[in-house]
T-cell receptor
Framework: KNQVEQSPQSLIILEGKNCTLQ??????????LRWYKQDTGRGPVSLTIMTFSENTKSNGRYTATLDADTKQSSLHITASQLSDSASYIC????????????FGKGTMLLVSP | EAQVTQNPRYLITVTGKKLTVTCSQNMNHEYMSWYRQDPGLGLRQIYYSMNVEVTDKGDVPEGYKVSRKEKRNFPLILESPSPNQTSLYFC???????????????FGDGTRLSIL
């Protein structure tokens, strides 16, 4: 069964600290992996998209890694800011058909002053 | 400004009263999709459309209808809403529909439906 599991479910960190969110997937065949940020009351916004051949991709203070062999990805946030408080959603796209996105349930991050 | 616009943003209605949630994108995207988001379940796809007049069911299509008569619009129709359709709904679009597409999805800001 195609699944995307994210951990932790929620996380509280102090402003300025770093954190890493995890995503494990069983989706096959693999096309790409996406990380989205969803602020409360808003729609998800794309942070990164990584294909099979990409190990690392950065977007400002956000760095995503992908290990396609172990089917794991991580999202590292550096020098966290209060505005980083949001839900982070991992999404894996399957290389088959059109209805191909499998969503994780998200990690809720709270950055505390 | 490139965006996906949903209306209404909030709606409280009663069981059985037909309603339509509109979705419009101004990016000339081929692919559009509807999702519902429920606590503990994450985003689940309701219907999607690869292009004009081409639609298909997602993971949770029961009780919903869609149409794609124009490229920019993709309305979600609840013919006879029931309380279990109370949820947060998102419309999304992306440039291409193919499985190899690396284009991100652009999401609207959501419609919160409460069905009493």
């Amino acid at each position: 069964k195609n699944q995307v599991e994210q951990s932790p479910q929620s996380l509280i960190i102090l402003e300025g600290k770093n954190c890493t969110l995890q995503c494990n997937y069983t989706v096959s065949p693999f096309s790409n992996l996406r990380w989205y940020k969803q602020d409360t009351g808003r729609g998800p916004v794309s942070l990164t998209i990584m294909t099979f051949s990409e190990n690392t991709k950065s977007n400002g203070r956000y760095t995503a890694t992908l290990d396609a062999d172990t089917k794991q990805s991580s999202l590292h946030i550096t020098a966290s800011q209060l505005s980083d408080s949001a839900s982070y959603i991992c999404v894996v796209k399957r290389l088959k058909g059109y209805s191909t996105l499998t969503f994780g349930k998200g990690t809720m991050l709270l950055v505390s002053p | 400004e490139a965006q996906v616009t949903q209306n209404p943003r909030y709606l409280i209605t009663v069981t059985g009263k037909k309603l339509t949630v509109t979705c419009s994108q101004n990016m000339n995207h081929e692919y559009m999709s509807w999702y519902r988001q429920d606590p503990g379940l994450g985003l689940r796809q309701i219907y999607y459309s690869m292009n004009v007049e081409v639609t298909d069911k997602g993971d949770v299509p029961e009780g919903y209808k869609v149409s794609r008569k124009e490229k920019r619009n993709f309305p979600l129709i609840l013919e006879s809403p029931s309380p279990n359709q109370t949820s947060l709904y998102f419309c999304a679009s992306s440039l291409f529909a193919g499985s190899r597409s690396n284009q991100p999805q652009h999401f609207g800001d959501g419609t919160r439906l409460s069905i009493l």
